[in-house]
């Protein structure tokens, strides 16, 4: 299939968190390339505000925090009233840092991590379920990671944040599809954005953000449940599903470890 794919008809309408930067980002210009009409959120108003300024489309754009229920409901009621429902929400908005499991002062981390990544998420398709049920139609994508697949030492937040997501995407998937919703999960590796820009560890089969971007849209375009990118990271990730935990913990014991910081 090429890179580019092609919007038959009118041109589509996506609504994206996590906006400001990293795939977010790159997800926006890909889709304005193909003259998308978007609903850009972050929480950064000055880097939304210069991507808006490189998009030709129709763009609205939210600073606003995915934790944030009630100013995200407001958020999606804009864009749905000036444009109408998007036909895709990508839940993409996600933060990772290090924690230790058992230290008590990573307490608010967990809490911040687990809320952005896995509420934020919630909080992003809640605003357009009820549409989508009404036009039997809609598509929610939620961006995952190869993380969540087992615990990570050093990662336990962010791991448990993504477990987590997956499992409520795969609750939600079977819920909408009587309601001919479709529900996409994407479970990336390693990806060049800021988010990787500071892990002082090897990260095996790393993807350029474009690139990634442009196999997630593949998978979204052609309604995937599930997805693993790059396929290298789903032979990794399979042999770490099933691996019995004696020896799984054996292997991840001595594995690299993120740096610890609160997120804001």
């Not at 994508?141 to 990570?152: M, T």
């Amino acid at each position: 299939m090429s890179e580019k794919i092609a919007i038959k008809n009118k041109p589509l309408k996506v609504f994206i968190t996590g906006a400001s930067s990293g795939i977010g980002e790159s997800l926006a210009h890909q889709y304005a390339k193909e003259g998308a009409t978007l609903g850009l959120v972050g929480r950064r108003l000055e880097l939304l505000t210069k991507i808006k300024s490189n998009i030709k489309t129709d763009c609205e754009i939210y600073a606003v925090d995915v934790s944030d229920q009630k100013k995200l409901q407001k958020a999606a009621n804009h864009f749905i009233k000036k444009y109408g429902p998007p036909d895709i929400v990508i839940a993409n908005a996600g933060v990772s840092t290090g924690t230790l499991a058992g230290e008590k002062k990573d307490l608010d981390t967990f809490k911040r991590v687990i809320e952005i990544n896995l509420f934020g998420v919630i909080h992003t398709f809640l605003p357009f379920i009820e549409i989508y049920k009404k036009k039997k139609s809609g598509q929610l994508v939620g961006i995952a990671s190869v993380a969540g697949i087992r615990g990570l030492p050093g990662s336990g937040a962010y791991s448990t944040s993504k477990a987590a997501l997956i499992n409520y995407l795969e609750s939600l998937r079977i819920e909408m599809r009587p309601f001919g919703i479709h529900v996409t999960t994407i479970a990336p590796g390693f990806i060049h954005t800021l988010m990787t820009k500071h892990n002082c560890y090897t990260m095996p089969f790393i993807l350029d953000v474009d690139v990634a971007v442009s196999r997630f849209r593949k998978a979204i375009h052609n309604k995937k449940c599930f997805v693993i990118i790059p396929w290298q990271m789903k032979i990794v990730g399979t042999i770490m599903k099933f691996l019995p935990a004696p020896l799984w913990d054996f292997l991840a014991k001595g594995g690299p470890k993120k740096i610890r910081k609160m997120i804001q």
